[in-house]
């Protein structure tokens, strides 16, 4: 198991866009990915999940990866997280 903390930098949070495009790149890894947030925890390639955790701009956000490439799938999900800066 891999994890690591960013902040979503993300005016709208992950809400939407930004929520759709983490879910499809969540996707394409075999491992389990997690966001964790205020107590809560959601599955990266569910959009209802991701957008469920109300996930605001500001926010530190906590990326938990499982299975056979966890260390790839955070760093990719977090790169990705960091970009969203609109």
């Excluded at 107590?39 to 569910?46: Q, T």
């Amino acid at each position: 198991m891999v994890s690591k903390e960013v902040i979503v930098k993300s005016a709208t949070g992950l809400h939407a866009r930004p929520a759709t495009l983490l879910v499809k790149k969540a996707s394409s890894f075999k491992s389990d990915i997690t966001i964790e947030f205020d107590g809560k925890k959601a599955n990266v390639k569910s959009l209802i999940g991701v957008l469920s955790l109300g996930v605001t701009k500001n926010a530190t956000i906590k990326i938990i990866a499982s299975g056979d490439d966890e260390g790839l799938a955070v760093e990719e999900v977090t790169k990705l997280i960091d970009s969203l800066d609109e």
